[in-house]
C-alpha cells in the first residue's frame, strides 16, 4: 500500500471510530511499534492522544514527534518503579498506577513538577493473575493512602479485562468498574473525584462505552495489526 492510500486508511479507521464516541469519551490511539509516518497520519487525521506502554520508545518518539506542540501523552503500560521518573517527566497522564508503592514513588517525582501527572490507578474487578492492579477490595482498603499523594491529579481507573469473556460478561465487568469509581469518591467523601474510567480497546470499547468510558484506548482498529 502507498502512503497515500495508509494516510486514507487510518483517517477513514479513525472517522469511524470517532462516530461512535460519546462527547464525554476520547479517543487514545495506542501506537506500541506503530512508524512516526503513521502516527503523523493519525495526528492529520485528528488524533490527538497517543498512548504508549513502553519508555523507551515513547521517548523515542516524542524526540521525533517534538513539533506536535499539542499532543498528549498517555503512558499506558505496566510501569516499572525504575522508569516512573521518565514517565513523570514525558506523560501528562499515566494510566497503569498499580500498586501504592509506585504511587508514592510518582508523588516523590512530582514534587517539583510544574504540573501535577492525572494519574488512574489499575483495578482488576475480575481475577486475573496475568494482570497487575488492585482487586475492588484490596483498592478501598488503601484508599485513604491516596489523599496524602499531594503531588498526584488522581483522575479515575484503568481496567483491562481478561481474555475469553462474552460481551454479557465484558459489559457487567466493565459496570462494576465505574459502580466502583463512584463507590471510591464517595468514601472518601469526594475529596478524590474519580470521574475518569480508561477501559476499553480494539475488541471491546464500544461494550467499554455502553458502561461509561471516558477513555477508550485504541490500536488495531486503526493502524492494523504490527
Known amino acids: 500500500m502507498t502512503d497515500s ?8 479507521r479513525i ?3 470517532s462516530q461512535q464516541l460519546p462527547p464525554q469519551t476520547r479517543l487514545v490511539a495506542v501506537t506500541k511499534k506503530v512508524s512516526i509516518a503513521s502516527m503523523r497520519q493519525a495526528y492529520q487525521a485528528g488524533i490527538r492522544n497517543f498512548g504508549e506502554s513502553r519508555i523507551q520508545e515513547l521517548e523515542e518518539k ?7 506542540r499539542d499532543v498528549t501523552w498517555h503512558f499506558i503500560g505496566h ?11 514525558l506523560c501528562e497522564w499515566i494510566h497503569s498506577v498499580d500498586s501504592l508503592a509506585l504511587a ?7 514534587a517539583d513538577r510544574p504540573q501535577r501527572p492525572k494519574i488512574c490507578l489499575q483495578v482488576k474487578i475480575l481475577d486475573d493473575p496475568s494482570k497487575y492492579g488492585w482487586s475492588a477490595t484490596g483498592l478501598k482498603a488503601e484508599l485513604s493512602e491516596f489523599l496524602q499523594c499531594k503531588n498526584l491529579d488522581i483522575q479515575g481507573l484503568m481496567t483491562i479485562l481478561p481474555l475469553g469473556l462474552s460481551e454479557a460478561q465484558q459489559l457487567a465487568a466493565f459496570e462494576q468498574t465505574r459502580i466502583l469509581s463512584e463507590q471510591l ?7 478524590l ?4 474510567l480508561s477501559m476499553g480497546m480494539s475488541g471491546d470499547y464500544q461494550l ?3 458502561a461509561g468510558a471516558t477513555l477508550v484506548r485504541v490500536g488495531r482498529l486503526i493502524f492494523g495489526e504490527r
Do not use: F, M, S, W
Open 104 to 110: 508514592h514513588r510518582l508523588n516523590r517525582l512530582a
Open 185 to 191: 469518591t464517595q468514601q472518601t467523601d469526594k475529596v
Open 79 to 89: 510501569l516499572q518503579r525504575n522508569k516512573a521518573k521518565q514517565a513523570v517527566e
Open 5 to 12: 492510500g495508509r494516510a486514507v486508511t487510518i483517517a477513514n
Open 15 to 17: 472517522a469511524a471510530i
Open 62 to 68: 516524542q524526540a521525533e514527534l517534538e513539533d506536535l
Open 208 to 210: 467499554a462505552i455502553q
Open 193 to 196: 473525584n474519580l470521574k475518569e
